[in-house]
């Protein structure tokens, strides 16, 4: 079996046609555009490159963005005073601090001073419970995005037997509360693995749909895929490589090579989940130019 390629530009190019029609048309109806405001903390060369991307995929569907930029040395109260302004400013519809923070910095509260209307990364208490309870109001792009590829390539995943390996705020958690939820793209029978799991291979084996979001290379092998499961591949780390000249190569967290002989379809790391993590943030910053002139 030699698995179908999901490809996320694609399906990311699609999703940004759509945006860029909403914007016509919320431009056309309100006289206005939605605007989108990142802040970026110190040099991380990852978040740096990352709010590139939103920069350049914002101003390709009509999206007004700006980025806030301060060195590592500012201070918690400084941080919560900028994040506030943006809260007052009726020309942002939204909000996103890019993560992580320098360590010094409390991300949690950073995130809980966001104004839960504006905050587009899904990632406050209120928006996250909302979503908890079927309600979502905004949810973290990276589900969405992976949410919208398995529609897109039409799995059934009503009743799927899904295994997500990996429980974070920004993907594992909010993921299963997408996935376990009635409607299109969900309803699924969902298992989480993480580092507590005793035998993370005996879950992934019964996977329909098997997701990786742990951030290691290597964490789902040949032998942990069920003969064709359709493998969403969230991971993205950096590994040495001579070859290349960048002296490394980006790789996910499942053996790509291996995998494709036993999955259905998967997901290629890079080119697979990446591109729809910033589409579904446009479609978040839409939403909340919606929700702002309907209140």
């Known amino acids: 079996m030699t698995a179908r390629i999901i490809d996320g530009k694609q399906v990311a190019s699609a999703v940004h046609d759509e945006v860029a029609a909403g914007v016509a048309e919320f431009k056309k109806k309100h006289d206005a555009v939605p605007g989108l405001t990142v802040v970026l903390i110190g040099d991380d060369p990852a978040s740096h490159s990352y709010v590139k991307g939103k920069e350049r995929a914002c101003e390709k569907v009509g999206i007004?963005?700006?980025?806030?930029?301060?060195?590592?040395?500012?201070?918690?109260?400084?941080?919560?005073?900028?994040?506030?302004?943006?809260?007052?400013?009726?020309?942002?519809?939204?909000?996103?601090?890019?993560?992580?923070?320098?360590?010094?910095?409390?991300?949690?509260?950073?995130?809980?001073a966001i104004d839960p209307m504006k905050d587009v990364d899904g990632l406050h208490p209120?928006?996250?419970?909302?979503?908890?309870?079927?309600?979502?109001?905004?949810?973290?792009?990276?589900?969405?995005?992976?949410?919208?590829?398995?529609?897109?390539?039409?799995?059934?995943?009503?009743?799927?037997?899904?295994?997500?390996?990996?429980?974070?705020?920004?993907v594992g958690m909010p993921l299963t509360?997408?996935?376990?939820?009635?409607?299109?793209?969900?309803?699924?029978?969902v298992t989480v693995c993480h580092t507590g799991t005793k035998d993370i291979g005996a879950e992934t084996r019964r996977a329909d749909v098997l997701i990786a979001a742990t951030g290691y290379p290597g964490t789902i092998t040949t032998d942990m895929i069920?003969?064709?499961?359709?493998?969403?591949?969230?991971?993205?780390s950096r590994v040495d490589d001579a070859t290349r000249k960048r002296g490394y190569r980006l790789t996910g967290d499942v053996d790509f090579e291996g995998a494709s002989e036993v999955a259905s379809a998967i997901t290629p790391v890079p080119g697979g989940v990446g591109p729809m993590t910033i589409s579904m943030l446009l479609v978040n910053v839409l939403h909340a130019a919606e929700l702002a002139v309907s209140n």
């Open 64 to 112: 007004r963005t700006e980025t806030i930029r301060h060195d590592s040395s500012i201070t918690q109260k400084a941080l919560i005073e900028i994040v506030e302004g943006l809260n007052a400013d009726p020309q942002v519809n939204g909000i996103l601090v890019q993560l992580p923070l320098p360590d010094h910095l409390d991300g949690d509260a950073v995130i809980h």
């Open 126 to 170: 209120e928006n996250a419970g909302l979503l908890m309870l079927g309600q979502p109001r905004f949810a973290p792009a990276t589900p969405l995005g992976v949410q919208r590829m398995l529609v897109e390539q039409n799995v059934d995943m009503k009743g799927a037997k899904v295994v997500i390996v990996g429980r974070s705020k920004l």
């Open 177 to 189: 509360a997408l996935l376990l939820q009635k409607g299109v793209g969900a309803n699924s029978t």
């Open 226 to 236: 069920k003969p064709g499961a359709v493998i969403i591949d969230v991971g993205v």
